[in-house]
């Protein structure tokens, strides 16, 4: 019985190791690449997390706010790797490697950095997970950086170059997981 026991035990563990990762952990026949921004205000407060993960098809970017203004808020991936307070207008604008103009309303859009509305319910949190099919891992992260920001108003998708979106009220640098 101990030898039938020792055997099952040695035959599970050596198919253990030829199992197969589909899905989660890889986009097409390579790994996923991560990257993750933490959100501030100009005063420095913690209020979330952005992740970006590489998929096939594009970037998927999941964003957890709390601590902020109730509402709907516009949200862009900036082009530049730098949140300097108070304004946050090192970030750049909105990230556009193909020269597009702003929004998915737009005919001449969008940019690749252009996401829905982020909106924050009257607890101060929201979530969202968001795919932006022009985005890719090596574009986020190249050698200026990218930055993840939250603006004080709903973005109305078309007027170039930010929507109306408003200020800018929490940022955070990408950087790879």
């Known amino acids: 019985m101990l030898r039938a026991t020792l055997l099952t ?9 030829c199992t197969t990762t589909t899905g989660a952990g890889m986009a097409g026949d390579k790994p996923m690449r991560m990257a993750t921004a933490s959100l501030r205000t100009a005063a420095g407060a913690d209020v979330g997390t952005v992740t970006a ?16 203004p109730a509402g709907m808020h516009g949200a862009h991936v900036h082009a530049i790797g730098r949140c300097d ?3 946050f207008t090192t ?3 909105h990230w556009n490697p193909m ?3 702003h929004g998915t309303s737009n005919p001449a859009g969008p940019h690749a ?5 982020l909106t924050i319910g009257a607890d101060g949190s929201g979530s969202v997970t968001i795919m932006l099919p022009a985005g890719t891992m090596d574009g986020l992260l ?3 950086g990218s930055a993840f920001v939250i603006h004080a108003n709903a973005d109305d998708y078309k007027t170039d170059p930010s929507g109306n979106s408003g200020g800018r009220i929490a940022c955070g640098v ?3 997981a």
């Open 9 to 17: 035990a040695i035959a599970a563990t050596a198919l253990a190791g």
């Open 53 to 68: 993960t590489e998929m096939a098809g594009g970037i998927q970017i999941r964003i957890d706010a709390r601590a902020m």
């Open 85 to 87: 307070a108070p304004d």
């Open 91 to 93: 970030a750049g604008g």
């Open 99 to 101: 020269g597009k103009q």
């Open 113 to 117: 950095g252009d996401a829905p509305n």
């Open 142 to 144: 190249d050698a200026d």
């Open 174 to 176: 990408f950087t790879a």
